[in-house]
């Protein structure tokens, strides 16, 4: 089974990939980290040095790599399904479920993590959350192309692994 969860940045998709990958005893990874580690830059310093454009090719190089392995569960950055027809290679690949959570709940978790977060820091709180809800007006268009779409008090184990169940 290969699982793919998108959504935006603080839905918990990297906690909600871990969970599933001990239950269908699988790999787990973290696009984002993956990308790091081929490049050897933070994402950080991948965007201040190379730009965006970079990342997202080499964020797209990452991701198609997959296409070789058998069974998987990948945590995607949050921008990842909107580049390089992302969504629909996932798609045709394996499994999608976005991960919706309130964008308040996204800016609180934001906020928590925010020397993590370098696209936030030195905003204000209504800056963070306007910032959240251009983003998610801009890439709703490409996660609603997922097959699974779980929101807010929806996003739990028992949800997620029925639609585990349903590909297994």
């Known amino acids: 089974m290969k699982l793919f969860l998108i959504g935006m940045m603080g839905?918990?998709?990297?906690?909600?990939?871990?969970?599933?990958?001990?239950?269908v005893k699988t790999g787990c990874y973290d696009l984002d980290y993956l990308v790091e580690t081929s490049e050897e830059k933070t994402i950080t310093e991948i965007f201040a040095e190379d730009g965006e454009d970079h990342f997202r090719?080499?964020?797209a190089k990452v991701l198609r790599w997959f296409g070789e392995k058998k069974a998987y569960v990948l945590a995607t950055g949050g921008g990842t399904p909107c580049f390089s027809n992302n969504i629909q290679w996932m798609n045709k690949e394996g499994v999608t479920i976005w991960i919706d959570e309130p964008v308040e709940t996204l800016v609180d978790r934001a906020k928590q993590?925010?020397?993590?977060?370098?696209?936030?820091q030195g905003l204000s709180d209504d800056e963070i959350l306007q910032l959240f809800q251009k983003r998610l007006a801009e890439r709703t268009q490409y996660y609603s192309q997922a097959q699974y779409h779980l929101k807010g008090e929806g996003i739990t184990?028992?949800?997620?692994?029925?639609?585990?169940?349903q590909h297994a």
């Open 157 to 165: 184990e028992a949800a997620l692994l029925k639609i585990v169940k």
């Open 11 to 23: 839905t918990g998709k990297s906690h909600w990939a871990k969970y599933l990958s001990k239950k």
């Open 57 to 59: 090719k080499a964020e």
């Open 113 to 120: 993590q925010i020397e993590h977060r370098p696209a936030i």
